[in-house]
């Protein structure tokens, strides 16, 4: 059932390349026609062996084997022309459903791809897709031209002879019985396997993942028992599993040994019979090409039975695909959404509430008014929600009830790309791209210009080190920053900020991987930049937030308490308590 | 690759002989299926003697069964082998592993050494059964089906000599054609999965600067140029059949043609045309099934080639055999002029190091980042080997001592707190098998992780996930520092342990540490607060001692720390961030 939606879907891809698909489909019919042919037209060749009246008529055969050649070349031919008409199909239909799997990333809900492994998404858009082309592929070339070639096959022997065709008929299905009965039997030896080896996998992971822990506390002998031990059953396991499925070539290979035999059999037989009453028997050319046409029925049934697992698990990973495609994306911008230019930075959130999880509340009831130009600081234990808050302020997340308003207008009436470009973010998880480090600098303004892009660096002091880079500031930098330290990251998502000066800042931890002398260091810039820009700073040192406008205290996802710093010290309450501490003796 | 085979040949050597050799015989059998077939058409057919007729269908029904005997024998030895060594060489491989030294688990790198443990390692054991089953048998059958036809009429064989190579030729050449495309392929897939990935775990960066048009833009790029490598690589590969096809068709041509003039002059029988004919087939089809095994086999050589050099990595740590320090000492640890690089660095990491640690106290380290505080505790236990000066514990340098003696004195505390999959119980016994409850919980209460096991349902007994996954960081962190704490360790070293730590609980942490009386504490952090009540500070900058005393005395003399300090205890009214 499932399987049937899924191929519909498959379906409505490659719709686009019907005109393709028929021409395939008219080329697996020639083809499979002219190899069918082929041996026809030897066994008329072979029978022009005999000498009628002592003489073989010799004349006859070279435009007999320049008619074989002619088709053998011809079909030859349409097969490479199928052949890559087949791989563009499956390329194609491929690249397109990749395209559309990663257009849809960008649009799904930030809710989605926080809950989802990145891992599993990942594996969805690569190897399931190329696991598709490969079984669609496989189907493509085996599907269709084994079908015809059974039914060909099943013609042309027919058309010879109907006795030793319905031998063939029945003794086929045979080999087909004996396939699915050992994949039958092995499949349960195949679960129990993979079960080992993934127990395997995650001792292994644990291990050498961790393989330092391992040594610091001299658990090598532990863990090589422990590995040893599961090496052992998957060794037995899988030789169980190994050897039976081996089984099925040899076995298949037995049964087709029959059918040839079989009709070795009965057309010799009709042949002594024929030449005996002088009538309807075959020929010894005939025979030949029976021999061969046996040998050629029995591989389609053989392959058809991969190619049919194959196609399954292709579907399976299909609908894989699918599943993240049709994953619905977060909710489209309002028609008459406003686009904010140049905010002046007024926040203000009126009776929020929120909740990750539906039943269980995280922030209810807040309340609060940021004029233009202040200062908000957000402090609490780990874990307590401050991420939350900003998650709401860029519409990472939409509230559940309640309003936040920016400039007056509630933000979900306002264009989630204006939203998002009114703030610059400084997170404390850096995240560079591929590409240069000034690719990476002018993310928020592509067309900076060079002398935008080092005043932004000098005033973030990363000039020092990106100068040092072997080509500076075309320097490319591998995945998520490659060899650069954690604080170099850190201080080239502060240049991203500081050369787009954007109205209104998130700084999310953002120098906690700085060493507190550069950090220091880069205060002035941050002064220079927070001026008359509303800003939001999240700390863990409650050292840097002493002056701020605003400060919220949070615990357990709610704001507990809201303040000033000397106002919140001389309440006496959660805040002072954590203030405190940091000053404690041991 | 050769060492590897070793492997092979040591341990199943019986199997890896018998199992190509059953193969053998059973293609021997099938050669004679086209014999058998012409003696059908001249003898039974060109006598009209149907006895004969039956006869023969029997023997070739027997050549069948007898086939399938020796190719389940094969196949049972070929699995054997290859389940066989690929489990003798994981385990070898696993052992090596264990004796690297953390320098080479540094060069070499976690994430390569799992995966030459789990897919090189499936793939190989996949080369090695299918090696054994067909690498053999494929030539075997070719050259035999040349034989058999020099056998019926040399002249027509003639043709065979000719057209085998030509096949090959034409095999060989496609497929090396397409495998460097195969290796771009690859690469192109892997540029798609990069930028699938960073757009995944970036999806905030990305989206808070409204790039998401451009990154669809250049996948969309990398996905064209990938499809575009992926159809010349299908379209070279497409040619295999079709070219084969021709070619036998014309070797049939020839033999067929040169084969009526010699029937005509009567040197060749109808029958033995027909065998020739047969056998020509056979060798197309074993032919492109050897073509298949190439690919694998070249797949599973280059996984066994990164496997060996897996083997062959690493050169390990040699220990000594002291099991105690000197027991006049009064210092436990003790730093002389020590330096250290790491491997192929172009710096030193740490210049010049001095220092004695009391028995029992407190020392702090601090420092920015990368300034070498994780690299001088990892000398202590002896992770790494100085490059110059020496480390002494108990008075005897770390290098007499025996590895395991040596760090069981001494409890870590990783950066990186990572449970293993069990009951927390295990975890907790990690440094001693025999611990008691009781010991344990003490440990937990110091590491202010009591409430972690209270809350659960079976304490001591709860399972732990893979990495702890069912703990919260902060939760992973405490439960690490209770793990080092069992067993009572001379030396305790905390690398930077309380970083997701709010400060209270840090507080509590510090202070619960203070009491144990008889472990000199290593204390590995980025902030004043929590080192500044050391008995010494230890102030690296840059890979040296920028300064070592206590808080006052380096608030004096040191402007490094002067300088960290400030920066996180600000005067009133000071600027901030």
Same mark, same amino acid.
């Given at each position: 059932?499932?399987?049937?939606?899924?191929?519909?879907?498959?379906?409505?891809?490659?719709?686009?390349?019907?005109?393709?698909?028929?021409?395939?489909?008219?080329?697996?019919?020639?083809?499979?026609?002219?190899?069918?042919?082929?041996?026809?037209?030897?066994?008329?060749?072979?029978?022009?062996?005999?000498?009628?009246?002592?003489?073989?008529?010799?004349?006859?055969?070279?435009?007999?084997?320049?008619?074989?050649?002619?088709?053998?070349?011809?079909?030859?031919?349409?097969?490479?022309?199928?052949?890559?008409?087949?791989?563009?199909?499956?390329?194609?239909?491929?690249?397109?459903?990749?395209?559309?799997?990663?257009?849809?990333?960008?649009?799904?809900?930030?809710?989605?791809?926080?809950?989802?492994?990145?891992?599993?998404?990942?594996?969805?858009?690569?190897?399931?897709?190329?696991?598709?082309?490969?079984?669609?592929?496989?189907?493509?070339?085996?599907?269709?031209?084994?079908?015809?070639?059974?039914?060909?096959?099943?013609?042309?022997?027919?058309?010879?002879?109907?006795?030793?065709?319905? @031998?063939?008929?029945?003794?086929?299905?045979?080999?087909?019985?004996?396939?699915?009965?050992?994949?039958?039997?092995?499949?349960?030896?195949?679960?129990?396997?993979?079960?080992?080896?993934?127990?395997?996998?995650?001792?292994?992971?644990?291990?050498?993942?961790?393989?330092?822990?391992?040594?610091?506390?001299?658990?090598?002998?532990?863990?090589?028992?422990?590995?040893?031990?599961?090496?052992?059953?998957?060794?037995?396991?899988?030789?169980?599993?190994?050897?039976?499925?081996?089984?099925?070539?040899?076995?298949?290979?037995?049964?087709? $040994?029959?059918?040839?035999?079989?009709?070795?059999?009965?057309?010799?037989?009709?042949?002594?019979?024929?030449?005996?009453?002088?009538? @309807?028997?075959?020929?010894?050319?005939?025979?030949?090409?029976?021999?061969?046409?046996?040998?050629?029925?029995?591989?389609?049934? *053989?392959?058809?039975?991969?190619?049919?697992?194959?196609?399954?698990?292709?579907?399976?990973?299909?609908?894989?695909?699918?599943?993240?495609?049709?994953?619905?994306?977060?909710?489209?911008?309002?028609?008459?959404?406003?686009?904010?230019?140049?905010?002046?930075?007024?926040?203000?959130? =009126?009776?929020?509430?929120?909740?990750?999880?539906?039943?269980?509340?995280?922030?209810?009831?807040?309340?609060?008014?940021?004029?233009?130009?202040?200062?908000?600081?957000?402090?609490?234990?780990?874990?307590?929600?401050?991420?939350?808050?900003?998650?709401?302020?860029?519409?990472?997340?939409?509230?559940?009830?309640?309003?936040?308003?920016?400039?007056?207008?509630?933000?979900?009436?306002?264009?989630?790309?204006?939203?998002?470009?009114?703030?610059?973010?400084?997170?404390?998880?850096?995240?560079?791209?591929?590409?240069?480090?000034?690719?990476?600098?002018?993310?928020?303004?592509?067309?900076?210009?060079?002398?935008?892009?080092?005043?932004?660096?000098?005033?973030?002091?990363?000039?020092?080190?990106?100068?040092?880079?072997?080509?500076?500031?075309?320097?490319?930098?591998?995945?998520?920053?490659?060899?650069?330290?954690?604080? &170099?990251? &850190?201080?080239?998502?502060?240049?991203?900020?500081? %050369?787009? &000066?954007?109205?209104?800042?998130?700084?999310?931890?953002?120098?906690?991987?700085?060493?507190?002398?550069?950090?220091?260091?880069?205060?002035?810039?941050?002064?220079?930049?927070?001026?008359?820009?509303? $800003?939001?700073?999240?700390?863990?040192?409650?050292?840097?937030?002493?002056?701020?406008?605003?400060?919220?205290?949070?615990?357990?996802?709610?704001?507990? =308490?809201?303040?000033?710093?000397?106002?919140?010290?001389?309440?006496?309450?959660?805040?002072?308590?954590?203030?405190?501490?940091?000053?404690?003796?041991? | 690759?050769?060492?590897?085979?070793?492997?092979?040949?040591?341990?199943?050597?019986?199997?890896?002989?018998?199992?190509?050799?059953?193969?053998?015989?059973?293609?021997?059998?099938?050669?004679?299926?086209?014999?058998?077939?012409?003696?059908?058409?001249?003898?039974?057919?060109?006598?009209?003697?149907?006895?004969?007729?039956?006869?023969?269908?029997?023997?070739?029904?027997?050549?069948?069964?007898?086939?399938?005997?020796?190719?389940?024998?094969?196949?049972?030895?070929?699995?054997?082998?290859?389940?066989?060594?690929?489990?003798?060489?994981? *385990?070898?491989?696993?052992?090596?592993?264990?004796?690297?030294?953390?320098?080479?688990?540094?060069?070499?790198?976690?994430?390569?050494?799992?995966?030459?443990?789990?897919?090189?390692?499936?793939?190989?054991?996949?080369?090695? *059964?299918?090696? %054994?089953?067909?690498?053999?048998?494929?030539?075997?059958?070719?050259?035999?089906?040349?034989?058999?036809?020099?056998?019926?009429?040399?002249?027509?064989?003639?043709?065979?000599?000719?057209?085998?190579?030509?096949?090959?030729?034409?095999?060989?050449?496609?497929?090396?054609?397409?495998?460097?495309?195969?290796?771009?392929?690859?690469?192109?897939?892997?540029?798609?999965?990069?930028?699938?990935?960073?757009?995944?775990?970036? @999806?905030?960066?990305?989206?808070?600067?409204?790039?998401?048009?451009?990154?669809?833009?250049?996948?969309?790029?990398?996905?064209? $140029?990938?499809?575009?490598?992926?159809?010349?690589?299908?379209?070279?590969?497409?040619?295999?059949?079709?070219?084969?096809?021709?070619?036998?068709?014309?070797?049939?041509?020839?033999?067929?043609?040169?084969?009526?003039?010699?029937?005509?002059?009567?040197?060749?029988?109808?029958?033995?045309?027909?065998?020739?004919?047969?056998?020509?087939?056979?060798?197309?089809?074993?032919?492109?099934?050897?073509?298949?095994?190439?690919?694998?086999?070249?797949?599973?050589?280059?996984?066994?080639?990164?496997?060996?050099?897996?083997?062959?990595?690493?050169?390990?740590?040699?220990?000594?055999?002291?099991?105690?320090?000197?027991?006049?000492?009064?210092?436990?640890?003790?730093?002389?002029?020590?330096?250290?690089?790491?491997?192929?660095?172009?710096?030193?990491?740490?210049?010049?190091?001095?220092?004695?640690?009391?028995?029992?106290?407190?020392?702090?380290?601090?420092?920015?980042?990368?300034?070498?505080?994780?690299?001088?505790?990892?000398?202590?236990?002896?992770?790494?080997?100085?490059?110059?000066?020496?480390?002494?514990?108990?008075?005897?340098?770390?290098?007499?001592?025996?590895?395991?003696?040596?760090?069981?004195?001494?409890?870590?505390?990783?950066?990186?707190?990572?449970?293993?999959?069990?009951?927390?119980?295990?975890?907790?016994?990690?440094?001693?098998?025999?611990?008691?409850?009781?010991?344990?919980?003490?440990?937990?209460?110091?590491?202010?992780?009591?409430?972690?096991?209270?809350?659960? =349902?079976?304490?001591?007994?709860?399972?732990?996930?893979?990495?702890?996954?069912?703990?919260?960081?902060?939760?992973?962190?405490?439960?690490?520092?209770?793990? @080092?704490?069992?067993?009572?360790?001379?030396?305790?070293?905390?690398?930077?342990? $309380?970083?997701?730590?709010?400060?209270?609980?840090?507080?509590?942490?510090?202070?619960?540490?203070?009491?144990?009386?008889?472990?000199?504490?290593?204390?590995?952090?980025?902030?004043?607060?929590?080192?500044?009540?050391?008995?010494?500070?230890?102030?690296?900058?840059?890979?040296?001692?920028?300064?070592?005393?206590?808080?006052?005395?380096?608030?004096?003399?040191?402007?490094?720390?002067?300088?960290?300090?400030?920066?996180?205890?600000?005067?009133?009214?000071?600027?901030?961030?």
């Amino acid at each position: 059932m499932k399987n049937k939606a899924t191929l519909r879907k498959v379906l409505r891809y490659i719709r686009k390349y019907i005109g393709l698909m028929l021409l395939s489909m008219l080329l697996a019919v020639i083809t499979v026609a002219g190899a069918l042919a082929i041996p026809i037209l030897i066994g008329n060749v072979i029978d022009c062996l005999v000498p009628v009246n002592g003489v073989i008529n010799i004349d006859a055969i070279p435009p007999m084997l320049l008619v074989i050649g002619i088709v053998a070349g011809i079909t030859a031919l349409l097969q490479w022309l199928m052949g890559v008409i087949n791989n563009r199909i499956v390329f194609d239909v491929v690249r397109d459903i990749r395209n559309d799997a990663f257009r849809h990333i960008e649009v799904l809900p930030l809710s989605y791809l926080d809950t989802k492994s990145t891992g599993d998404i990942v594996s969805r858009v690569i190897s399931d897709a190329d696991q598709f082309a490969d079984g669609l592929l496989l189907g493509f070339s085996q599907l269709f031209t084994g079908v015809v070639t059974i039914l060909g096959t099943l013609g042309f022997m027919l058309a010879l002879d109907p006795w030793i065709t319905l @031998a063939v008929v029945v003794l086929t299905p045979v080999s087909l019985l004996v396939a699915r009965f050992i994949a039958n039997s092995t499949y349960n030896m195949f679960k129990k396997r993979s079960e080992i080896l993934g127990e395997q996998t995650a001792c292994i992971d644990e291990t050498i993942g961790n393989q330092k822990t391992v040594k610091a506390f001299c658990r090598e002998d532990e863990a090589t028992a422990k590995f040893e031990e599961i090496n052992e059953r998957l060794e037995k396991c899988s030789l169980r599993a190994t050897f039976f499925s081996s089984l099925t070539n040899p076995s298949t290979r037995f049964v087709n $040994s029959l059918v040839y035999a079989a009709v070795g059999l009965f057309g010799a037989l009709s042949v002594i019979d024929g030449s005996a009453t002088g009538a @309807a028997g075959i020929t010894v050319g005939e025979l030949s090409c029976f021999l061969s046409y046996a040998n050629r029925y029995t591989k389609p049934f *053989n392959e058809i039975s991969g190619v049919v697992t194959e196609l399954q698990n292709a579907l399976a990973c299909a609908a894989r695909l699918f599943e993240l495609i049709e994953e619905p994306p977060q909710s489209p911008d309002a028609e008459n959404a406003l686009v904010l230019n140049d905010a002046k930075g007024s926040i203000k959130a =009126e009776d929020v509430s929120f909740s990750y999880v539906p039943d269980r509340g995280l922030i209810e009831g807040f309340n609060i008014e940021i004029k233009p130009g202040q200062k908000v600081a957000i402090v609490g234990p780990t874990g307590c929600g401050k991420t939350t808050f900003i998650n709401l302020l860029m519409r990472f997340y939409d509230v559940t009830g309640g309003a936040i308003y920016a400039d007056g207008t509630d933000i979900r009436n306002i264009t989630r790309r204006s939203l998002r470009s009114s703030y610059g973010m400084v997170l404390q998880e850096t995240r560079l791209i591929t590409g240069t480090i000034r690719d990476n600098i002018v993310m928020g303004k592509p067309d900076a210009t060079d002398e935008e892009v080092i005043a932004a660096a000098k005033a973030s002091h990363a000039h020092s080190f990106i100068k040092r880079l072997p080509q500076g500031y075309n320097t490319p930098i591998g995945e998520d920053g490659g060899t650069l330290s954690q604080g &170099q990251k &850190q201080l080239l998502c502060i240049t991203r900020i500081m %050369l787009c &000066q954007p109205p209104m800042l998130i700084l999310d931890e953002a120098t906690s991987s700085i060493d507190t002398r550069t950090e220091l260091k880069i205060q002035d810039a941050f002064m220079k930049l927070m001026k008359g820009r509303t $800003s939001f700073i999240v700390a863990h040192r409650l050292s840097t937030i002493r002056d701020a406008d605003v400060i919220l205290v949070m615990n357990n996802g709610s704001i507990i =308490e809201q303040g000033t710093h000397e106002s919140l010290l001389s309440a006496g309450g959660f805040y002072a308590r954590l203030y405190n501490s940091q000053f404690s003796e041991i | 690759m050769k060492k590897l085979l070793k492997y092979l040949t040591h341990g199943y050597l019986k199997e890896t002989i018998l199992a190509p050799l059953f193969k053998c015989t059973e293609a021997v059998l099938e050669l004679f299926v086209p014999l058998v077939v012409a003696d059908i058409i001249d003898t039974g057919i060109g006598n009209g003697d149907k006895d004969h007729v039956v006869l023969m269908c029997a023997v070739l029904v027997g050549l069948g069964a007898l086939g399938l005997a020796f190719s389940i024998t094969a196949q049972f030895f070929a699995a054997k082998a290859a389940t066989g060594f690929s489990k003798t060489v994981g *385990n070898a491989l696993f052992r090596h592993i264990q004796t690297l030294s953390y320098s080479d688990l540094d060069e070499m790198g976690t994430s390569t050494l799992m995966t030459r443990m789990t897919s090189d390692l499936t793939q190989v054991q996949t080369g090695v *059964n299918m090696t %054994l089953r067909l690498l053999l048998r494929s030539p075997f059958v070719v050259f035999g089906a040349m034989i058999m036809a020099f056998t019926i009429d040399v002249s027509s064989a003639l043709i065979f000599a000719v057209t085998i190579p030509v096949l090959a030729a034409v095999v060989m050449g496609i497929m090396l054609a397409g495998l460097p495309l195969y290796g771009k392929v690859r690469a192109g897939l892997d540029r798609l999965l990069g930028r699938t990935r960073e757009n995944l775990s970036g @999806a905030r960066v990305i989206r808070a600067f409204c790039i998401e048009d451009r990154e669809t833009e250049k996948f969309a790029h990398e996905n064209d $140029s990938l499809t575009h490598v992926q159809r010349t690589a299908g379209r070279i590969s497409a040619l295999m059949n079709p070219i084969t096809f021709a070619l036998i068709n014309l070797a049939i041509i020839v033999l067929i043609r040169t084969g009526a003039l010699r029937v005509e002059a009567g040197l060749l029988t109808q029958g033995q045309v027909v065998a020739l004919y047969n056998y020509m087939s056979q060798i197309l089809v074993e032919l492109i099934k050897f073509a298949d095994l190439i690919i694998t086999i070249t797949k599973a050589a280059a996984c066994g080639k990164r496997i060996q050099s897996a083997l062959d990595g690493g050169t390990g740590m040699e220990g000594g055999s002291e099991k105690d320090g000197r027991a006049d000492s009064p210092y436990s640890v003790e730093f002389r002029g020590v330096c250290f690089r790491y491997g192929n660095a172009a710096e030193n990491s740490l210049t010049g190091i001095d220092f004695r640690a009391e028995k029992g106290s407190v020392i702090g380290i601090i420092g920015g980042t990368g300034s070498g505080k994780t690299t001088l505790v990892n000398l202590i236990p002896r992770f790494y080997d100085a490059s110059d000066g020496e480390v002494l514990i108990d008075g005897r340098s770390v290098k007499e001592y025996d590895i395991e003696a040596l760090r069981g004195k001494i409890g870590v505390v990783p950066q990186k707190a990572v449970l293993f999959a069990g009951t927390l119980r295990e975890n907790m016994q990690w440094r001693d098998n025999n611990a008691a409850d009781e010991e344990i919980l003490a440990a937990l209460a110091t590491a202010q992780a009591k409430d972690i096991i209270d809350k659960k =349902e079976n304490g001591l007994d709860c399972r732990v996930e893979q990495g702890g996954a069912n703990f919260s960081g902060g939760q992973r962190q405490r439960l690490t520092i209770a793990r @080092a704490l069992v067993g009572a360790p001379e030396i305790l070293i905390l690398d930077d342990s $309380s970083s997701a730590l709010d400060f209270a609980t840090d507080a509590a942490l510090r202070s619960a540490l203070r009491s144990l009386k008889d472990t000199t504490v290593f204390i590995v952090s980025q902030r004043t607060s929590s080192i500044m009540h050391a008995d010494r500070i230890i102030v690296l900058d840059d890979g040296k001692a920028a300064g070592i005393g206590t808080h006052a005395e380096l608030l004096e003399s040191c402007d490094v720390y002067k300088e960290i300090y400030d920066s996180q205890f600000r005067k009133e009214g000071g600027e901030s961030a």
